[in-house]
């Protein structure tokens, strides 16, 4: 099994920063893409950022400038430094990884999310 641990996230003022990171451990032989998803409540889960393993990144366009996603490959570790904190990012933000498995298989993982309260 994979299992991915999250952590980072807390109640911060508007124009503040959080660093987010995420580990997976586990029956992993290599790791593809690793990503951020947030879900604001009523809304549907949006990719906030994402990094292949060759490190092409892609961010969406309400973050871009503000959020930098990067990943430590000896830790399995991936992270998300976010500024210039707006009300708007407030939600529950899930990392998410496309991985290998020692048993030669590819699975799609998500971690259990962590709290991100930006307050106004």
């Known amino acids: 099994q994979v299992q991915l641990v999250e952590s980072g996230g807390d109640l911060v003022q508007a124009g503040g920063s959080l660093r987010l990171s995420c580990a997976a451990s586990?029956?992993?032989?290599?790791?593809?893409?690793m990503g951020w998803y947030r879900q604001a409540p009523g809304k549907q889960r949006e990719l906030v950022a994402s990094?292949?393993?060759?490190?092409?990144?892609n961010y969406a366009d309400s973050v871009k400038g503000r959020f930098t996603i990067s990943r430590d490959n000896t830790k399995n570790t991936v992270y998300l430094q976010m500024n210039g904190l707006k009300s708007e990012d407030t939600g529950v933000y899930y990392c998410?990884?496309?991985?290998?498995?020692?048993?030669?298989?590819?699975?799609?993982?998500w971690g259990q999310g962590t709290q991100v309260t930006v307050s106004s």
């Open positions: 990094i292949t393993g060759g490190g092409t990144i």
């Open positions: 586990g029956r992993i032989f290599s790791i593809d893409s």
């Open positions: 998410n990884i496309d991985c290998v498995t020692t048993g030669w298989v590819r699975r799609n993982y």
